[in-house]
């Protein structure tokens, strides 16, 4: 690839004199790891296409949507003939009670979904739910997990327990934040104090079960039934954010998995997006009838949106939902991600690179430590500038990871044994330049 012909760099150029920052979403400018953002033209099952006509073997699926992969003949089908139909018109329609139904029959602790367009409104609007139904202000947040970006989530620890967080943006103002305590990943004793200290105060425990923005950590087992347990005794929500984890680590989301091991476990509350939009923007919450009830128009908790239930996208999330619904379906994508994920181990172990990885269901995560970290803390010890490498050395040879070291990866169905024998023999190249 030569410098003359490469049509990302002039559209980068033009990208930042518009748009701050050339992109519409900040991982997208490729800040941590240097180099130009490649512009994507076009995608199809495992592949994308840049501005130079560089395809790639695509591991980011849109940061998780694309489960199917890009282009699934029976989506598009979906898709098209809603199109046809109508854009979008504010009044409700059939197929927004289909997808509801749809979401409440794979989620055992759902009885009832609100639709809203993106990750950021749900979880916003299911901490409003848990503090409107507990009459309870603040609430618990971990360190590492992202929940959208609402004022009152973007906080990072504050000096001690008793002190609330900071905000981690401008513009957040320090009463927003005041409600907000933010604790340690996979850290029971801070857990335990925090609920001694604030429990009769607290409307929600939010958190990501799997947690994907801080690359690729499990809330250990121990740790999320103390989570429970806590929640319970004190008259908290347990809110789960699986809008990276749903219907994307299994069929019933990360609470199916903890369920495996903690007999009768439910969250309280879920936040739900990325796969169940399949690429459009949507997103839901939901929880048990009582707590649901308590919103508008039945209940005092305001929450409204224009195109919130969008016939377009919640085709193309129904569509997506009844793929990934078929027999086999998720055993297929599990056995894919491990082929990925054990390749690269034994291909890092053969060029004598430090490496760990992990993974679940479609989604995966990688570091370049000895050992899985278990808290933001030991994720943000892995070295910065080596990860920069393999993304680049990676992205070169065309395949397209994640730029950035503290997010997930997502495998889809798309990608064929080929493509993922393919990418970890590029891989093993990449390694033996680190
Ligand atoms: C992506 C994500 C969000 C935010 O969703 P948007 O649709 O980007 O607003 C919230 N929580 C988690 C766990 C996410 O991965």
Same mark, same amino acid.
């Given at each position: 690839?030569?410098?003359?012909?490469?049509r990302?760099?002039?559209?980068?150029?033009?990208?930042?004199?518009?748009?701050?920052?050339?992109?519409?979403?900040p991982?997208?400018?490729?800040k941590?790891?240097?180099g130009?953002?490649?512009f994507?033209?076009?995608?199809?099952? $495992?592949?994308?296409? #840049?501005?130079n006509?560089?395809r790639?073997?695509?591991?980011? =699926?849109?940061? =998780?949507p694309m489960?199917? +992969?890009?282009?699934?003949?029976a989506?598009?089908?979906?898709?098209?003939?809603?199109?046809?139909?109508?854009?979008?018109?504010?009044?409700? @329609? /059939?197929?927004?009670?289909?997808l509801? &139904? $749809?979401?409440?029959?794979?989620?055992?602790?759902? &009885?009832?979904?609100?639709?809203?367009?993106?990750?950021?409104?749900?979880?916003?609007?299911a901490?409003?739910?848990?503090?409107?139904?507990t009459g309870?202000? %603040?609430?618990?947040?971990?360190?590492?997990?992202?929940?959208g970006?609402a004022?009152?989530?973007?906080?990072?620890?504050?000096?001690?327990?008793a !002190?609330?967080?900071?905000? !981690?943006?401008? +513009?957040?103002?320090? &009463?927003?934040?005041?409600?907000?305590?933010?604790?340690e990943?996979?850290?029971?004793?801070?857990?335990?104090?925090?609920?001694a200290?604030h *429990?009769?105060?607290? $409307?929600?425990?939010?958190?990501e079960?799997?947690?994907?923005n801080?690359?690729?950590?499990?809330?250990?087992?121990?740790?999320?039934?103390?989570?429970? &347990?806590?929640?319970?005794q004190?008259?908290?929500?347990?809110?789960?954010?699986?809008?990276?984890?749903?219907?994307?680590?299994?069929?019933?989301?990360?609470?199916?998995?903890?369920?495996?091991?903690?007999?009768?476990?439910e969250? #309280?509350? @879920?936040?739900?997006?990325k796969?169940?939009?399949?690429?459009?923007?949507?997103?839901a919450?939901? *929880?048990?009838?009582?707590?649901? /009830?308590?919103?508008?128009?039945?209940?005092?908790?305001?929450?409204a949106?224009?195109?919130?239930?969008?016939?377009?996208? !919640?085709?193309? =999330?129904?569509?997506?939902?009844?793929?990934?619904?078929?027999?086999?379906f998720f055993?297929?994508?599990?056995?894919? !991600?491990?082929?990925l994920?054990? +390749?690269?181990?034994?291909?890092?172990a053969?060029e004598?690179?430090?490496?760990?990885?992990?993974?679940?269901?479609?989604?995966?995560?990688?570091?370049?430590?000895p /050992?899985?970290?278990?808290?933001? =803390?030991?994720?943000?010890?892995? #070295?910065?500038?080596r990860?920069?490498?393999?993304?680049?050395?990676?992205?070169?040879?065309?395949?397209y990871?994640?730029?950035?070291?503290?997010?997930?990866?997502?495998?889809?169905?798309?990608? @064929?044994?080929?493509d993922i024998?393919?990418?970890?023999?590029?891989?093993? #190249?990449?390694? %033996?330049?680190?």
């Amino acid at each position: 690839m030569t410098h003359n012909t490469d049509r990302n760099l002039p559209l980068f150029e033009r990208a930042k004199a518009v748009i701050p920052g050339g992109v519409n979403s900040p991982v997208r400018a490729f800040k941590a790891v240097g180099g130009t953002p490649r512009f994507i033209e076009r995608a199809q099952g $495992a592949y994308m296409w #840049d501005a130079n006509g560089q395809r790639f073997i695509d591991y980011i =699926g849109s940061w =998780g949507p694309m489960i199917l +992969g890009h282009g699934h003949p029976a989506v598009l089908e979906a898709v098209q003939k809603a199109a046809l139909e109508g854009f979008s018109f504010g009044a409700p @329609t /059939e197929r927004e009670i289909e997808l509801a &139904e $749809a979401i409440i029959a794979l989620v055992p602790s759902l &009885e009832m979904v609100r639709l809203v367009s993106s990750g950021t409104e749900a979880g916003m609007s299911a901490i409003r739910l848990a503090r409107g139904a507990t009459g309870r202000s %603040k609430i618990i947040k971990f360190e590492g997990c992202y929940h959208g970006h609402a004022d009152a989530l973007l906080v990072k620890a504050g000096s001690g327990l008793a !002190t609330f967080g900071s905000a !981690t943006s401008a +513009g957040v103002p320090p &009463e927003v934040v005041q409600h907000t305590v933010v604790l340690e990943y996979n850290n029971i004793t801070q857990l335990e104090e925090a609920f001694a200290l604030h *429990g009769a105060d607290l $409307a929600c425990v939010m958190i990501e079960p799997i947690a994907g923005n801080m690359n690729f950590v499990r809330a250990s087992v121990p740790f999320m039934r103390r989570c429970r &347990e806590l929640c319970s005794q004190y008259g908290a929500l347990l809110v789960f954010d699986e809008v990276m984890n749903g219907f994307r680590v299994a069929l019933g989301g990360a609470q199916s998995v903890y369920a495996r091991d903690i007999p009768g476990f439910e969250p #309280d509350l @879920t936040v739900m997006g990325k796969v169940i939009g399949g690429g459009m923007p949507l997103a839901a919450f939901g *929880g048990k009838r009582a707590v649901m /009830e308590q919103m508008a128009p039945l209940g005092a908790v305001y929450q409204a949106g224009t195109l919130s239930g969008n016939p377009v996208a !919640t085709a193309c =999330g129904l569509a997506t939902l009844r793929a990934i619904s078929q027999p086999g379906f998720f055993e297929s994508l599990s056995a894919s !991600t491990r082929r990925l994920v054990d +390749g690269l181990m034994a291909a890092a172990a053969a060029e004598g690179v430090p490496f760990s990885a992990d993974c679940e269901g479609g989604m995966f995560g990688f570091f370049l430590l000895p /050992e899985l970290p278990s808290n933001y =803390g030991q994720v943000m010890r892995s #070295d910065g500038a080596r990860f920069n490498r393999l993304f680049h050395g990676l992205l070169d040879r065309g395949v397209y990871i994640a730029p950035a070291l503290y997010e997930a990866g997502f495998v889809s169905a798309a990608h @064929t044994a080929q493509d993922i024998d393919d990418t970890i023999a590029v891989a093993r #190249d990449v390694f %033996k330049t680190l």
